[in-house]
């Protein structure tokens, strides 16, 4: 199904099923440990042995020598795979480095061998008497003294210019120029990565934990160089991804080649330093913004410029992306620059660009508000654009941040705010407010399915389509339901094996709408198949009951499919609407904090979240998905710093007692709403993306609020008691 034209009157809007808050389908196997895990397919074959990596003690260099005689002699070993004997392996083309290095050395961490034993004790044990001696080269791993030496990246767009923005800012009767930092942040999901390997003759079967299967499957296939129908990936359910687990990683490819090795199935985890150290990780940035604005608040010039690293062959972090749709002014700039570092490989992690983009740029706008003596909410509102800035011919889809702005700030009481930064006081707490904005790009990929109706009537989906905790079983559920006309208890749905038609994967905000638009496809191919069988027109048929109607006649749709069954399968491909509308999520973030008055400690009180993002599909899924996003967002404020060891190159707090996160019990209270929107421009369910939205701006609205409890403006995340103490106001009491 092509969708090149904007979405009509279709079975969706029934919102019988669709848009209610079902529980989780796949919620009583989570809770009860029946639902298998990438490292927990025990009996799926015979025989498993066990992998453990060994990962590179040095950051940049090469390996002279390795030694595994005494490790082949140790209790239960079955097979040492190093990059000598692997044999010639390919590059995939979702990794920037290589997933098993040597001789050369590109990443601390980087895996160097992989010890395959009876059990996964014997494997570590013996994985201490691999010897690995090291040629060391001098490399760079701080950010700040490689920004000089930034380039403009290869590849993406990696600057922007409308009007005349140097001339417009000078001329700007109320200036702001600013720079923010976000430090490097790990995905720290609770399941690690983690894979089973077996091989039947030259064919690959992969349990693993990825959000791509169909991507991943691809790089598998041309690392290894084998046919990509040669290899089977399986990955029904997912403990968390973030980005983290779009690619495949070393514990795939060493399984792999381990199973090769051992001629047996192997199973590998990371363990959690690796995790940190060998997968990708948020990078670092320095962001320096520009904002002109007349006296009266409006915005005549914004530039933004974002400096991050990564190793050869990385794309920098596009932290200007919310700078070029989110507010209107004539004269633009933004500019990406992308310096060479040897710290561990950075990509995708929640909301890429946008999320430490806005951590910046939404503490800029708290900024100018005070020099313009507005209030922040009304700034905001004063510069909301209903075109896209840079193109104004192409009108936003839906664009309602003001309705969010205003929503937000009457639910949340925003009016009792105190201007005046450190004017509320509950005892020995400082109490403040902030606000962002939220802002994420809707996107859409190609998705595909299979559905099938049998004698009884029970309508199965097949997609290769992955839940990495966001509910993905039960939309797709509730989309085949509602389009075949039957209750959701009579739908199994069936995700993440390649042997599935493709879908479009989890990430980038874009799996729930495309996957289900995916299914809607394939629905409309089925019911047209159904109608035709029953003798009915297709164009007139009604599916409601668990029957298709067409006038006074109806027929039970599993006596029409008979003993055989009715396949349809098809995919929903996105046209041109992108270009001729753009297509974004907006939000509002509301905030209050309290800061010892004697400690500087900072606890969230309370949080909102109000999003226009489409269609919800399951308002307590997207709930969720939100509080989820907004909690993490708590961390990127206040706690979550990868510590970078700039001798040697690596992260040091490298496991979830030095690397902190925050959990929901941290924060006393968290609301979601969500506005009452459809956008047929986006697909046919009329969604568009809500799970990294929820994260977008919650940086700075907390960091605004910590400013307007205490005076103290933090430009450096994250916000800790140490950047505070020193320039609190004197205690009255």
């Known amino acids: 199904m092509k969708f090149d034209t904007p979405a009509s009157a279709n079975p969706i809007d029934l919102l019988k099923i669709v848009g209610q808050p079902f529980d989780r389908v796949e919620g009583p196997r989570k809770t009860t440990g029946t639902a298998p895990y990438a490292y927990e397919w025990h009996n799926a074959v015979p025989n498993q042995a066990y992998g453990y990596v060994i990962g590179s003690a040095i950051a940049k260099g090469r390996i002279f020598s390795i030694s595994v005689t005494e490790a082949r002699r140790a209790p239960g070993v079955i097979a040492i795979v190093t990059a000598d004997s692997a044999g010639k392996l390919g590059k995939g083309k979702w990794n920037n480095a290589r997933l098993l290095g040597g001789p050369e050395i590109q990443h601390y961490h980087q895996a160097v061998a992989l010890v395959v034993a009876e059990t ?309 707490w400082l109490v403040g407010m902030g606000v962002a904005a939220a802002f994420r790009n809707n996107q859409v990929t190609k998705s595909g399915a299979r559905v099938r109706v049998d004698g009884a009537g029970i309508v199965t989906v097949e997609t290769d389509m992955t839940d990495i905790g966001t509910g993905s079983y039960t939309i797709i559920a509730q989309t085949a339901a509602e389009m075949m006309g039957v209750g959701i208890d009579r739908v199994v749905v069936r995700l993440g094996d390649s042997n599935f038609p493709v879908s479009s994967g989890s990430g980038g905000q874009w799996g729930a709408n495309s996957s289900t638009a995916g299914v809607y496809a394939a629905c409309v191919k089925l019911r047209e198949a159904i109608a035709q069988k029953a003798g009915f027109d297709p164009a007139a048929a009604q599916f409601e009951g668990g029957q298709v109607r067409s006038g006074e006649r109806s027929m039970p749709i599993g006596a029409v499919a008979g003993a055989s069954g009715i396949v349809a399968e098809d995919f929903i491909e996105f046209g041109e609407l992108s270009k001729t509308f753009q297509q974004s999520t907006f939000g509002a973030h509301f905030v209050e904090i309290g800061v010892d008055a004697a400690t500087c400690e900072i606890r969230v009180r309370r949080m909102l979240a109000v999003c226009a993002a489409g269609r919800i599909l399951n308002p307590k899924s997207a709930r969720s998905q939100v509080i989820g996003a907004m909690t993490m967002g708590v961390g990127a404020a206040l706690m979550e710093e990868l510590a970078v060891d700039r001798r040697i190159g690596y992260f040091v707090n490298h496991d979830l007692a030095g690397y902190e996160v925050p959990v929901h019990a941290d924060i006393a209270s968290q609301e979601v709403i969500f506005l009452d929107e459809t956008d047929p421009i986006s697909s046919p369910m009329k969604a568009k993306g809500v799970g990294e939205l929820g994260i977008c701006g919650v940086g700075a609205a907390i960091a605004n609020a910590v400013y307007n409890a205490t005076g103290v403006r933090v430009r450096d995340y994250p916000v800790t008691l140490d950047k505070l103490i020193a320039k609190m106001p004197v205690a009255t009491w």
Not at 175 to 190: G, I
Not at 271 to 282: A, E, I, K, Q, V
């Open 120 to 428: 996964f004790e014997q494997a570590r044990a013996a994985a201490q008497l691999v010897r690995v001696r090291y040629v060391q080269e001098k490399g760079a791993f701080d950010l700040a003294n490689s920004r000089d030496s930034a380039l403009k990246p290869k590849t993406g767009t990696p600057e922007s210019s409308v009007g005349d923005f140097a001339g417009a800012f000078a001329n700007a009767p109320v200036q702001l120029d600013a720079t923010y930092t976000t430090p490097d942040q790990a995905h720290a999901m609770m399941e690690p990565h983690a894979s089973m390997a077996v091989w039947d003759g030259d064919h690959l079967t992969l349990w693993t934990s990825n959000q791509m299967i169909d991507w991943s499957r691809g790089d598998i296939a041309l690392t290894l160089g084998i046919p990509k129908e040669n290899v089977r990936l399986i990955s029904p359910y997912i403990g968390g991804g973030f980005g983290g687990k779009l690619f495949i990683r070393a514990d795939a490819l060493l399984a792999a080649l381990g199973a090769r090795a051992a001629r047996r199935p192997v199973k590998v985890a990371l363990t959690r330093p690796m995790m940190f150290n060998n997968t990708p990780h948020r990078p670092a940035t320095i962001q320096r913004i520009r904002i002109g604005a007349t006296r009266d608040g409006k915005i005549t010039a914004i530039g933004h410029e974002s400096w991050s690293g990564d190793i050869e062959g990385g794309k920098p972090e596009n932290a200007v992306q919310p700078t070029r749709f989110l507010y209107a002014g004539a004269n633009r700039m933004t500019a990406l620059r992308l310096a060479s570092l040897d710290l561990p490989e950075g990509n995708a992690m929640r909301a890429p660009g946008e999320a430490p983009g806005l951590m910046a740029l939404e503490i800029a706008m708290d900024e100018l508000a005070e020099k313009l003596g507005i209030d922040p909410v009304e700034l905001r509102i004063i510069n909301d654009t209903q075109v896209d800035p840079e193109k104004p011919q192409r009108p936003f889809s839906e664009r309602r941040l003001i309705e969010c702005l205003r929503t937000g700030a009457e639910r949340f009481g925003w009016k009792a705010r105190g201007a005046r930064p450190g004017a509320v006081r509950d005892g020995q």
